[in-house]
């Protein structure tokens, strides 16, 4: 197969991966269980990883353990940006795990219901991970 076929196959499958993870079905919430995390978007630079990279765009998204991902380019990772995305993508009442950041710590507030893991020391606690975030952020990222 030549470049340019694969090449635009491949952006074909790749939009329609965003147009079915990303492009809401009208106004639908995620409920039940989600994973909340944030990712920096840019490819490979020099300097400084992760938050507070330089040049690279934070994206933040929340999947659903059912499958579903809603994701949004955001100015910046704080706390306030991710409750107002929190608010706008799942149904109050739903639990939301996330990592340990103190960014995350105002959505109980807001009626979810929240739980945390801390990375340094475990990846899993029972049910609460954000493995599956994370493993569509690499994916989404090749």
Not at 47 to 66: D, H, N, S
């Amino acid at each position: 197969m030549a470049y340019n076929t694969a090449y635009k196959i491949y952006r074909k499958l790749r939009l329609a991966i965003y147009l079915y993870h990303f492009v809401s079905k009208g106004d639908t919430a995620l409920s039940g269980e989600g994973e909340a995390d944030e990712s920096y978007f840019g490819g490979k630079k020099q300097g400084k990883r992760g938050r507070g990279a330089e040049r690279k765009i934070p994206v933040f998204g929340i999947l659903a353990r059912q499958g579903k991902v809603k994701g949004e380019i955001v100015d910046d990772v704080s706390g306030e940006t991710i409750l107002r995305e929190t608010i706008k993508k799942v149904k109050r009442g739903s639990f939301i795990y996330t990592n340990k950041r103190r960014s995350y710590d105002g959505i109980v507030m807001y009626g979810f219901r929240h739980e945390c893991v801390e990375k340094s020391i475990r990846f899993v606690n029972r049910k609460v991970y954000i493995n599956s975030i994370e493993g569509f952020w690499s994916y989404a990222k090749e």
